[in-house]
């Protein structure tokens, strides 16, 4: 069964930067697109970003240029650097494996001062 576990969630203050890491395991993950998902309270999960096998990114607009999503084949393990962190931006963030329609727990983003 496909795992996904994140990390790096946190509480920072607005303007402020953090990391997400979703390690994958028991999956081909090299060729998958890999996603991040948030959902804050009382509204629907929305995509946040993509990146395809070929490494290929999309961006939700409210967090282009300010979030970039990567990967790492040989450690199986996606990330979203998230900065100038906007209380708007307070989510659970989810990893999602497409290929496999998998999801990780989730990891909570507080920004607040």
């Known amino acids: 069964q496909v795992q996904l576990v994140e990390s790096g969630g946190g509480l920072v203050q607005p303007g402020g930067s953090l990391r997400l890491s979703c390690a994958a395991s028991r999956l081909a993950f090299s060729i998958t697109t890999m996603d991040w998902y948030r959902q804050a309270p009382g509204k629907q999960r929305e995509l946040v970003a993509s990146?395809?096998?070929?490494?290929?990114?999309n961006y939700a607009d409210s967090v282009k240029g300010r979030f970039t999503i990567s990967r790492d084949n040989a450690e199986t393990t996606v990330y979203l650097q998230m900065n100038s962190l906007k209380p708007e931006d307070t989510a659970v963030y989810y990893c999602?494996?497409?290929?496999?329609?998998?999801w990780g727990q989730g990891t909570q983003v507080t920004v607040s001062s």
């Open positions: 990146i395809s096998s070929g490494g290929y990114t």
């Open positions: 999602y494996a497409r290929m496999y329609r998998s």
